[in-house]
């Protein structure tokens, strides 16, 4: 264990990201939580749903071009964190 601790370069990544639009979006969905099925919305919600998004066309990755029905019914599936106006909220 010693050797494999010695042996392996320790890296740290660190970006800094402007997330106005992050907050405003979060803040804007728990003032209407009627929208949100009375759900508050954290920021790990939402970058459970901006992961799920960006990895939505990989879906049938490694199954051999067969489609399988992915989805499911509730809120998350009727909202999209693409472009969104204040009308979508």
């Keep these: 264990m010693i050797q494999s601790h010695?042996?392996?370069?320790?890296?740290?990544?660190l970006h800094e990201i402007d997330v106005t639009e992050l907050i405003a979006l979060?803040?804007?969905?728990?003032?209407?939580?009627?929208?949100?099925?009375?759900l508050k919305i954290s920021y790990t919600h939402?970058?459970?749903k901006a992961i799920a998004q960006a990895l939505l066309p990989m879906r049938h990755f490694?199954?051999?071009?067969?489609?399988?029905?992915?989805?499911s019914q509730g809120w998350a599936d009727r909202h999209s964190m693409g472009d969104h106006h204040q009308s979508d909220l």
């Excluded at 010695?6 to 990544?13: F, K, Q, S, Y």
């Excluded at 979060?26 to 009375?38: A, F, G, I, Q, V």
């Design 26 to 38: 979060r803040e804007e969905l728990n003032r209407h939580p009627e929208k949100t099925e009375d």
């Design 6 to 13: 010695l042996g392996t370069a320790r890296v740290t990544v």
């Design 62 to 71: 490694g199954d051999g071009g067969h489609q399988r029905n992915t989805s």
């Design 46 to 48: 939402l970058f459970i």
